[in-house]
């Protein structure tokens, strides 16, 4: 394999591992909240794509200059990686922690209220 032929493997495989972490985002973000197991995925998909993208870069700096090298090192350009999300579902039950906790809090309201109209209709009832 000549040199041209390994940066231009070398580049395709980082678009691929890009595709492959931006999909695995996408699907990640689907429900709107991020698990533990799927940060740690898409993180360990992030190193992939700065590994493949650096064994390109290395592999591109081993050509001379020519329009093939201009050409791979714009398409490698275009490989940036992701924005691995921080875990928003520490408990793993789907739901946001922000939004679970806002809806704990509003049943505690509810419940407080609740409680509080009952009393005065027991206070009522034993005084007679």
Not at 107 to 121: G, H, L, R, S
């Amino acid at each position: 394999m000549n040199d041209l032929t390994d940066a231009q493997n070398k580049v395709a495989a980082a678009e691929e591992a890009q595709r492959e972490a931006e999909q695995a985002l996408k699907d990640a973000e689907a429900n709107g909240s991020i698990t533990q197991q799927e940060h740690d995925e898409l993180q360990d998909l992030q190193d992939k794509v700065v590994e493949a993208k650096q064994a390109a870069q290395e592999a591109i700096n081993l050509l001379d200059p020519s329009k093939d090298k201009e050409g791979l090192q714009a398409k490698l350009g275009e490989v940036d990686g992701i924005v691995v999300p921080e875990v928003t579902d520490s408990t793993g039950d789907g739901l946001d922690d922000t939004l679970a906790q806002q809806v704990q809090d509003a049943i505690d309201v509810f419940k407080d209220a609740e409680q509080a109209a009952v009393m005065p209709c027991i206070v009522m009832v034993l005084s007679i």
